[in-house]
């Protein structure tokens, strides 16, 4: 198969980040989750976090988080409240739903052990796979927050 042979490096990356999303959505659906979902529960069992906190973390932009939290809410896997420090602020806890489907998903493992097993079969060790888009990753979000996103 040749597909994407001739592709140029950059289609290729958002290419293969939209498929094996697409391979994580399908094994997360019956849990009423997504990849980004499952993203969050796993951001949140850390404990409660703002809206704010939540999409920096996560790479993602505040509405589009904005807009996946109220789905979540949906699914009853999340909470929103108002912050009582800063009523501007929404603090964002997982319930016990969303704990539950996190646990159900990951099992005894990590969402890690859950990735090697959608790429199973690609032909690429999950752990040094991993490895090389961390590198990526770090490299080119230093150069977008040079500040460390704290900005």
Known sequence: MSEGA??????????AARLVEHA?????????????????LHLL???????????????????TM?????????????????DPADRRRSVVTATDDGRRALDEVVGSGSADDLL???LAGSGHDAAEFRAALLHVVQHFARRRWPDGGQG
Not at 73 to 81: K, N
């Open 45 to 63: 069992s850390a404990g409660p976090a703002t809206q704010r906190e939540l999409a920096r973390r996560s790479g993602m932009e505040e509405q």
């Open 24 to 40: 994580w959505d399908d094994v997360l659906t019956g849990y009423g989750l997504t990849h980004s979902r499952l993203v969050i």
């Open 66 to 82: 904005g807009r996946m939290l109220r789905g979540m809410e949906e699914h009853g896997h999340v909470r929103r409240e108002r």
């Open 116 to 118: 090697a097993d959608v």
């Open 6 to 15: 001739d592709w140029p490096t950059g289609r290729l990356l958002s290419t």
